[in-house]
């Protein structure tokens, strides 16, 4: 079972956590912010279990009947609130937002004594899915929240939540893993270490990104057949060959200018701090010769080049026209460093 000692890496905060709620002095509202597969739902729950757990030594004790029920997620005072997954009979199933309805219904099983006769958790998943009616139902519960009724609020965007509704909970905010950590906790789960490393490093610091990544072979031909097109062709007459077998892959265009904006920050780490891991050794020379000697200002310029092209993407601008474009500023470019 997952333990707080699992986010110790995530500093103080998560040991003040951990003793206020073995001391029974945790706020009635938590607010759990960070990127997308930083641990939010994990922690979410792990606090859940905790509060469920009716152990007298260490909790969450991962043994007793509340800890059991948690984490199978069948705990009759644990109500989970997410988009598409609804609470009240009222609303259809697949919806994008979590609707005014799942709230009042929240409300009504709040209300309600509990089937252990101890605590109750309301667990609502990237609650910037809420519309604003839902926030308003939901900051009213906040205002006044029942005995012994415990709110964790998970958000990947949480400048959409209300200020009110962030005003009345404690925030936590999980920041991205690092890179070594998360290439040895794969490796722990079983992953071959060579596809480890490369996956936590393609990972944004998000650990469930490289669970993904470490057993998706489409990503890494996906990123195999970008770096082809825009650091290993120099050819401008390849550009309209590219361009034309990528017209139909729109849907994937945002994890093409991913990979690009990836292999730039990747040479800019490297132009920066002259660290082994990030020297683009794959690469031809005149991008080795980039990475190692171009002044700042060009790695924006091709920073600024994807940027414009994913705008362009957005307001649909013919995609081949896109791509053709972004390859010929990064031909443009590797032409400059050429010996």
Not at 87 to 115: F, H, W
Not at 246 to 253: C, F, I, M, T, Y
Request: glycine share 6%; with cysteine.
């Amino acid at each position: 079972m997952i333990s707080f000692d699992d986010f110790i890496l995530q500093g103080s905060e998560i040991g003040a956590l951990r003793s206020q709620i073995a001391e029974h002095r945790l706020v009635h509202a938590v607010l759990i912010t960070g990127q997308p597969g930083t641990g939010k739902r994990t922690l979410a729950r792990l606090i859940a279990a905790s509060l469920m757990c009716t152990s007298d030594k260490e909790i969450p004790c991962g043994q007793c009947e509340g800890c059991r029920l948690a984490v199978s997620g069948e705990h009759p005072d644990i109500t989970v609130i997410e988009k598409g997954n609804p609470l009240s009979q009222e609303v259809q199933k697949g919806r994008t937002t979590i609707p005014v309805e799942d709230i009042r219904e929240m409300i009504r099983i709040c209300n309600r004594y509990a089937y252990e006769g101890g605590n109750r958790v309301v667990i609502i998943q990237e609650a910037e899915n809420m519309t604003p009616q839902a926030q308003n139902s939901l900051l009213k519960i906040l205002e006044e929240p029942p005995q012994n009724t415990y709110f964790l609020i998970t958000a990947s965007h949480p400048e959409q939540l209300l200020t009110t509704v962030r005003s009345r909970c404690r925030s936590i905010k999980l920041i991205p893993w690092e890179e070594e950590y998360i290439r040895k906790t794969l490796i722990e789960s079983g992953v071959d270490p060579a596809v480890a490393g490369k996956s936590a490093a393609a990972s944004y610091g998000s650990i469930g990104n490289a669970i993904t990544l470490s057993s998706d072979d489409t990503y890494w031909r996906k990123k195999d057949e970008v770096i082809n097109a825009f650091f290993r062709n120099r050819s401008r007459s390849e550009i309209l060959n590219i361009s034309t077998a990528w017209k139909d892959q729109k849907a994937s265009a945002d994890q093409m200018f991913n990979i690009v904006e990836d292999c730039i920050q990747q040479m800019l780490r490297y132009r920066l701090y002259h660290k082994k891991k990030d020297y683009p050794e794959e690469y031809p020379q005149e991008w080795k010769r980039f990475a190692e000697e171009a002044p700042l200002e060009r790695f924006m310029l091709l920073t600024d080049a994807v940027a414009s092209a994913r705008k362009q993407n957005i307001s649909n601008v013919n995609f081949q026209a896109i791509i053709e474009q972004l390859l010929l500023t990064f031909v443009g470019e590797s032409d400059l460093w050429v010996k």
